[in-house]
């Protein structure tokens, strides 16, 4: 079992920056990928970006270039710097951890609003 807390949502202007963080308790040791993902009202989740062990990155083509996947030293620690925020960036945002096993565990999500 992994459990995930996110943290630094909240409210901003566009154009603004916001840091979303995210920490791993439990397994962590059988972590393989961690990621973000957002689900805006009415609409599907989707991955905004992941990152593998061995620091491969994948970004969805929305937020190339404005936000940035990272991963602490402890490894247990999940970062999203976004910057350059757009009103279609409001979403909740979910921390997520894939396994080994292929198990997918999730965050309880944290609110961005961009708005003015």
């Known amino acids: 079992q992994v459990q995930l807390v996110e943290s630094g949502g909240g409210l901003v202007q566009p154009g603004g920056s916001l840091t979303l963080s995210c920490v791993a308790s439990?397994?962590?040791?059988?972590?393989?990928?961690m990621g973000w993902y957002r689900q805006a009202p009415g609409k599907q989740r989707e991955l905004v970006a992941s990152?593998?062990?061995?620091?491969?990155?994948n970004y969805a083509d929305s937020v190339k270039g404005r936000f940035t996947i990272s991963r602490g030293n402890a490894k247990n620690t999940l970062y999203l710097q976004m910057n350059s925020l757009k009103p279609e960036d409001t979403a909740v945002y979910y921390c997520?951890?894939?396994?080994?096993?292929?198990?997918?565990?999730w965050g309880q999500g944290t609110q961005v609003t961009v708005s003015s």
């Open positions: 990152i593998t062990n061995g620091g491969s990155t």
């Open positions: 997520n951890v894939r396994t080994l096993a292929l198990h997918n565990y």
């Open positions: 439990g397994s962590i040791f059988t972590i393989y990928s």
